[in-house]
């Protein structure tokens, strides 16, 4: 009987999981306009910060102990946790909180599904990542091209730096989804959800080796902003090769995650109705 | 009698927003992170390059990013709330009242910016105490160029928002204009790194005053012709922006009026 249940759990959050994804990707197909200007802006924000790291590059020659070429990769990481975060956590939290706002997570609420698992996914916009953020990462894609071989990569590295970012991924996460859950206490999220999106991407401009430690020390436990990109380039360069970070992450990924339930059942507990 | 509406208008903005207080203190704490953030980066990258002392470099960084934010530059947030209000219609209403559009919604905006603009101007303040001006002249010039700063900004942000009257959703476009004021204005990197092919242009764009400008008026010893120059081009940039913004303006009120009313 419980593993008959178990099967169903699994079934109904796979089902969610598809379901949210092609809503969000239908959504996406469906303004075309907006893909464009999404496509700009990003293409854009790449350009920029392109520039940004030739003119810094031409005054200095390393940063933190890296080249232009490994800032390069170091951006590439950036801009995959990024685009990562935006359409796999951020647009669900940014929902979750509206929601709490004018009273729509009410209806959430008594859909026959776990409450937790749909407000985590209930949008997926898998199209901005392959017609917005894909094609906008061509420009990068294309400078780091003919430096790949001046990279010290090993398959141990690339397969750390790789779990790193998923752990990490999860990681922000949770810790982006626990400060939107004061919505629940004040009635409006949007600056706490920006400001978490802010300290979960933190680490994102200067590589792991350059912080102090006791940044380094913040950055892996309580706000979690070095795993998923600073650590993870540390590992995929070769410049890390610490592996018990890789059960640490892990570890703070299981107390995240738990916190994060904790935390909504505590949330709910506490919820008054706005449109009732 | 009006310009008593403008001040109602940005009180009851200020209302609106400090009735979520946990959210302002969210939105303050998220600048200074933002800031700290690129004074960590320049802490690691070293002053070598820069030919100013670390002091001075926080000191340009405070001042940099306080004017910008206190002109709401980084992200013209006016702009978005023009998009947002010609999108939902509400313009209709703006436009029936015995007042200047334009100032009025722009009022409404710096009424909901109340207390972030406090914070932004103790930035200021930060600044100017680690590194102290020395010209006069300079000081004078900074607030002119702050003024004309102000007016670039929100010329700049009347032209993205009067998009919305031609495609509906005008807000990439704003984020492609955020794009490149974040690296031209100056506040996150010093003009003065670009190749010395590109700094004279760059130095005369209108995103320079925005925060290099002002930054710099304030740690410049003596005023030298060439920043004359920048505060004279940065007058001529207001004006003819805000002309420009203007003409836009009335043509898309135009384009509404056609299609909406």
Known sequence: MKRLDFKRGVKIRWKIITSCTMFGLRESLAYTLDNWGGLLSMA??????????????????????????????????????????????????????????????????????????????QRIKLGDLLFSAFPATIPLLIMLFPRWSGFQMNWVGIVSGILLIIIGQVIIHCFQFMMSLTAFFTGEAKNARNMSLEL????????????????KAIGLTAIPFMVHTALAVSFFLGKSTNYFMLVYAFGLMVVFLWGKIVLWKFALRHYSSASS | MRFATYIKTAALGFCSVANYRTEVWFQVAQRLLILSGIILL????????????????????????????????????????????????????????????????????????????????????????????????????????????????????????????????????????????????????????????????????????????????????????????????????????????????????????????
């Open chain 1, 44 to 121: 854009t924000y790449m350009i920029t910060y392109l520039i940004f790291l030739g003119v810094l590059f031409g005054r200095v020659n390393l940063i933190a102990g890296y080249n232009h070429s490994e800032m390069l990769f170091f951006t590439l990481i950036t801009q995959i946790n990024f685009y990562m975060t935006y359409v796999f956590s951020l647009i669900s939290i940014e929902r979750m909180g509206d929601s709490v706002n004018t009273g729509t997570l009410d209806l959430w609420l008594v859909k026959p599904v776990p409450a937790l698992w749909y407000v985590t996914f």
């Open chain 1, 200 to 215: 979960s991407i933190f680490g994102d401009t200067i590589p792991f080796e350059g912080y102090p430690n006791f940044v």
């Open chain 2, 42 to 261: 320049w802490s690691v990258i070293g002053t070598a390059g820069t030919g100013q002392t670390y002091t001075q470099l926080i000191a340009y960084f405070l001042v940099a990013n306080g004017v910008r934010d206190l002109i709401d530059a980084q992200f013209g947030k006016f702009g978005s709330s023009m998009v947002d209000d010609i999108k939902a219609g509400k313009i209709s209403a703006y436009l029936l009242q015995p007042t200047r559009t334009v100032i009025f919604m722009y009022f409404k905006h710096l009424g909901t910016r109340g207390v972030t603009i406090v914070f932004y101007l103790i930035y200021i303040v930060v600044g100017i105490v680690l590194a102290p001006p020395t010209s006069l002249i300079a000081c004078l010039l900074f607030f002119v160029v702050v003024a004309t700063g102000l007016v670039i900004c929100l010329a700049q942000c009347t032209m993205v928002g009067c998009l919305a009257f031609w495609i509906t959703d005008a807000k990439a476009t704003k984020n492609v204009v955020n794009h490149f004021t974040r690296v031209l204005s100056g506040s996150l990197i010093p003009l003065t790194f670009f190749p010395v092919a590109y700094q004279v242009p760059v130095m005369l764009s209108p995103f320079a005053s925005y925060a290099y400008l002002p930054a710099t008026l304030l740690q410049a010893e003596k005023v030298d012709s060439f920043l004359f120059l920048q505060v004279g081009v940065s007058i001529c940039w207001a004006i003819g922006l805000l002309l420009i913004s203007r003409l836009i303006w009335r043509k898309g009120v135009r384009q509404y009026e056609a299609v909406g009313l």
